[in-house]
């Protein structure tokens, strides 16, 4: 202050931090004041901005395209690998195509007395990776009382999964499925894309009713695909064991009569033997 100039007192030395202030000057000779100067010193602030800590680049899809906040006066975007930094954008806006670590550099500029002066503040984040799934297998456990699909994929992403493409779900696993031709879907949560595979669920009606009604007029075996058909033997018993008839599993199916006769009411057993070597039993119920 004045006075502390006055008096040689509080003198300021070493290293001095402060806000936007003045300071007072003391020039003496043989320890006699000659006169007092004013030193203005002024404090610019460092700009100040947030951006994620993480971005997320689709390995296979478009460019990752970040815009900085503006009302600024430079940009510099740095990709760093190492201790080596590489430029690659000095707008407010960038493209990058490459996962790794980078940093934005983002400056202000302030005018006094004619000398403009850039005051810089900087920012690290880091660019990951995601993608579309990779479907790398399916598990089907079908003809059974509980259908179920599991679904087990690859890729950098975070995934979740329908069967409807509507509904989506965590987990990979699923229960109660209705036989026949099932898309699965598998979607990127970070947004890179959806991945999708019709399979086929085999099952077969608990009932039909063959009243010529056009519902439920036949019973067949459901969801084969039709590579499969030839190599399919489907018969069908009554209770007691007789056999009543060997379906044709690329035709319509059964419609209840045995000699063209129709048969009565009751439940009706079936064995399927599937061109993969697998075989089925179970039972069915005719309602008329």
């Not at 302030?110 to 920012?123: A, E, Q, V, W």
């Not at 099952?203 to 084969?224: A, C, E, M, V, Y």
Request: net charge negative.
């Amino acid at each position: 202050s004045l006075e502390d100039v006055t008096l040689e007192l509080n003198a300021v030395s070493g290293n001095y931090t402060t806000e936007s202030t003045t300071l007072y000057v003391r020039i003496e000779n043989s320890n006699q004041c000659q006169g007092v100067e004013e030193i203005e010193l002024v404090v610019n602030l460092s700009p100040s901005f947030e951006i994620p800590e993480n971005y997320l680049l689709c390995t296979d899809g478009n460019p990752l395209e970040i815009s900085a906040p503006i009302g600024f006066d430079t940009y510099r975007w740095i990709r760093m690998e190492g201790n080596t930094e590489q430029e690659i954008s000095n707008t407010q806006n960038v493209t990058i195509t490459t996962i790794g670590n980078y940093n934005l550099e983002i400056g202000t500029q302030y005018t006094d007395n004619g000398i403009t002066t850039l005051c810089t503040n900087m920012k690290k984040f880091e660019v990951l990776p995601s993608n579309r799934a990779i479907i790398q297998e399916i598990n089907i456990n079908d003809i059974l009382e509980n259908n179920t699909i599991q679904v087990t994929v690859g890729g950098d992403g975070i995934y979740e999964f329908s069967i409807d493409g509507e509904n989506y779900q965590e987990s990979n696993f699923f229960e109660n499925v209705t036989p026949g031709f099932i898309t699965v879907f598998v979607r990127d949560k970070n947004g890179c894309g959806i991945t999708e595979e019709i399979v086929s669920v085999i099952g077969f009606p608990k009932f039909f009713t063959p009243n010529n009604d056009g519902i439920n007029d036949f019973w067949q075996i459901i969801g084969l695909e039709d590579g499969a058909t030839q190599n399919t033997s489907i018969f069908i018993y009554d209770r007691y064991g007789k056999l009543i008839k060997q379906v044709n599993p690329s035709g319509e199916g059964w419609d209840g009569s045995f000699i063209n006769t129709s048969l009565p009411a009751s439940d009706y057993w079936f064995v399927i033997n599937l061109g993969d070597n697998r075989q089925f039993k179970g039972h069915f119920a005719l309602k008329r």
